[in-house]
């Protein structure tokens, strides 16, 4: 029996029952003691509200606003959703199976299309027995919110949820819609939506998985977390920015670390210069670097250096602390004005990031950059833990209602995963979900991993034609270029390269990253997004020594048990030099810098390796060269410099002596 037949049974079978339900429902424990539990749920649903709409009629669902609207909220008020999403995915397969990708393009496009697309989504990501208990508690808000175009949209593109933990949110959005009726309030404008919709959902989302006070571990309730930022914005008391923050950058306010009264605290006693919109972050400068404390107990102690004292706020900043210290700190004194903040780690330190002007992002207490910092343990980033999508994403959401276009259409890619349609159909879609919003990262990765998944239905000129609206596309954000790079590199490479075909590929991505960082992109992103290209093919090159190979292009010493043989560490060499030659379009700014960070690893590097160091060397005497006939004798003595430090790490004296010789000809 097919599904749909199947899912037409089950209505005629639920609206002929329902008398007999409400009628014998006293009798059904001692008559069928093995009852599910959902079934148990739909009954006392029933017999709660004798009048409820019925949902399950005989005819298929039909795909309008109004029919949508009227069946999913019936249908959370009889507890039948499961029912309902079986007939809503029947229907819209029905619409779908089998047509071309523009066909379903325009579906999503329509309002009931899209609203249908919604709908399952969120249906889909929530388990049956959680809808039970959800509808058995919540019934009129998770009616409202699954009948509620604009309101699903937000929930469903605001970021997703960690663990895929889409039942807490929904759970979490009830209960504060229960403290709050404002919640629940009109929300037809798409481009204005309440502060307390976006307020309730972003908390709901971030609280899905519990968020803990960083003082004692103890979990923060969210409906008091939601009342209380409700209460200081009637208040007065936070930023007036944080009234226009979107439902996905309120999740980096509401999701603090610190209590509420921690949060009061801060605003208290923050220096009144640093009382500002552009300074508030700097408020973590307030507290003292301190490695030990005053009895001589180590910050490495943990809680035995604040003398096992809850870590407050008032605390830290009595005692002081490092980095990990500091940067919560700054964190915590934004969000307590209602500024977006969140700690990121970085290679042997904590930093942080925070919106320095509305929307937009900055890192503070840095030591390593956008490149090398990543999501922090505690904190939950929609698209993956590198911080640089932290401003890719708000690219993103700056346009709310382009994205949530696009995300309906990478949504309805998703959906055809289920259906007839190929890889192929799939990347079609994808690919007009990025048109839609280029910046959405999601759905060009999406569009990628399904050119890829397709194999030869998708021809080299459109691989060609996507690698090169990506570029476009990440003009300011070359690492999410280079990461849909990697997704195609193997279909884009020769199927047996040679170490040629290699070095030629690396140089023309490195040459669009080259003009990323000339319009400005920032360098260390430039700089590791090239980095990775070359690791790559530099270990391909390097076969059996792979290890070796990768130490040549990060400047570091080569493995001890591995070792890379001549024309090997030749052909890495060339690679590596040549595309780092890429990234020198500029006499300064972001592309030189860039290129000074390939060249300095890549000198460090094969002077390190004895089977490299011949024809680096040679290389590098020929750039000098060039770089003194171009008059660039900054750039040729610098290049200089950084052989005489790779040269003394080796302690080969004669080695040290030639490279210093070579550097006084320079002058």
């Not at 007036?240 to 996905?248: H, K, P």
């Not at 001890?560 to 780092?580: W, Y």
Request: charged share 25%; hydrophobic share 45%; with cysteine.
């Amino acid at each position: 029996m097919r599904n749909r037949e199947r899912v037409a049974c089950m209505r005629r079978y639920v609206s002929r029952s329902f008398t007999a339900f409400v009628a014998i429902g006293s009798l059904i424990g001692a008559i069928v003691p093995t009852a599910s539990a959902a079934s148990l749920t739909v009954h006392a649903a029933l017999v709660r509200d004798p009048v409820a709409p019925m949902v399950l009629a005989d005819a298929p669902l039909k795909l309008t606003l109004a029919e949508l609207t009227k069946e999913s909220a019936a249908a959370a008020r009889s507890a039948t959703l499961p029912a309902y999403g079986d007939a809503l995915v029947e229907a819209v397969k029905d619409e779908l199976d089998g047509k071309a990708p523009k066909v379903v393009s325009k579906f999503a496009g329509t309002d009931a299309g899209a609203f249908a697309i919604a709908q399952w989504r969120l249906l889909s990501r929530v388990k049956p027995e959680e809808w039970a208990t959800l509808t058995s508690q919540h019934a009129n808000t998770v009616a409202w919110l699954l009948s509620n175009p604009n309101a699903l949209e937000l929930f469903l593109t605001s970021g997703d949820v960690e663990g895929d933990r889409w039942g807490d949110a929904v759970r979490i959005f009830a209960e504060i819609a229960a403290a709050d009726p404002e919640v629940l309030a009109k929300c037809d404008d798409p481009k204005n939506l309440p502060l307390p919709l976006r307020l309730a959902i972003a908390t709901a989302l971030v609280h899905a998985t519990p968020v803990t006070w960083m003082a004692d571990g103890s979990v923060i309730d969210p409906v008091k977390r939601y009342q209380s930022y409700r209460a200081w914005d009637k208040e007065g008391v936070l930023f007036a920015s944080f009234r226009d923050l979107s439902a996905w950058e309120m999740r980096y306010v509401v999701g603090s670390w610190s209590s509420d009264e921690d949060l009061v605290w801060a605003r208290a006693n923050i220096k009144p210069e640093l009382k500002v919109r552009e300074k508030v972050g700097d408020g973590a400068h307030m507290l003292a670097y301190n490695l030990f404390n005053k009895n001589g107990v180590s910050v490495q102690e943990g809680g035995k250096f604040y003398d096992n004292k809850p870590m407050t706020l008032a605390i830290m900043l009595e005692y002081g602390g490092v980095c990990g210290a500091i940067s919560r700190f700054g964190t915590s004194m934004s969000q307590a004005f209602g500024v977006p903040a969140m700690p990121v780690g970085q290679p042997g330190h904590c930093a942080f990031i925070w919106q320095i002007r509305p929307h937009e992002w900055a890192i503070n207490n840095d030591i390593s950059g956008w490149a090398e910092s990543g999501c922090h343990g505690g904190i939950h980033m929609t698209w993956g833990h590198p911080a640089w999508l932290m401003p890719l994403m708000q690219s993103a959401q700056d346009d709310r209602v382009a994205f949530a276009r696009s995300e309906t259409l990478r949504f309805a890619g998703d959906f055809l995963a289920g259906t007839k349609a190929d890889a192929a159909d799939r990347a079609a879609v994808y690919a007009e979900a990025c048109d839609e919003r280029t910046a959405n990262y999601g759905a060009w990765r999406a569009r990628f991993d399904a050119m890829r998944m397709a194999g030869r239905e998708v021809k080299a000129a459109q691989w060609r034609d996507a690698m090169k609206r990506a570029t476009v596309a990440f003009a300011r954000q070359p690492m999410a270029y280079a990461a849909l790079v990697a997704i195609a590199e193997p279909v884009v490479l020769p199927a047996k390269p040679t170490d040629k075909a290699r070095a030629e590929y690396a140089r023309g991505v490195a040459a669009n990253i080259a003009a990323m960082a000339k319009a400005g992109a920032d360098a260390t992103l430039a700089d590791f997004a090239v980095r990775e290209v070359v690791v790559r093919q530099a270990e391909a090159i390097g076969d059996d020594s792979k290890r070796s190979a990768r130490a040549i292009v990060l400047g570091e010493d080569p493995p001890s048990d591995e070792k890379l043989n001549a024309p090997r560490a030749t052909d890495v060499v060339d690679l590596a030099l040549g595309a780092a030659n890429e990234l020198d379009v500029a006499p300064d700014g972001s592309a030189h810098a860039a290129w000074q960070r390939q060249i300095g690893r890549v000198v460090s590097g094969f002077v390190r390796q004895p089977a490299a160091r011949e024809h680096g060397l040679k290389r590098v005497e020929l750039m000098v060269a060039a770089l003194m006939k171009a008059k660039r004798e900054g750039d040729a003595r610098w290049i200089a410099d950084r052989v005489v430090e790779a040269a003394k790490a080796t302690k080969d004296a004669d080695l040290e002596r030639q490279a210093t010789a070579f550097r006084a000809t320079l002058g």
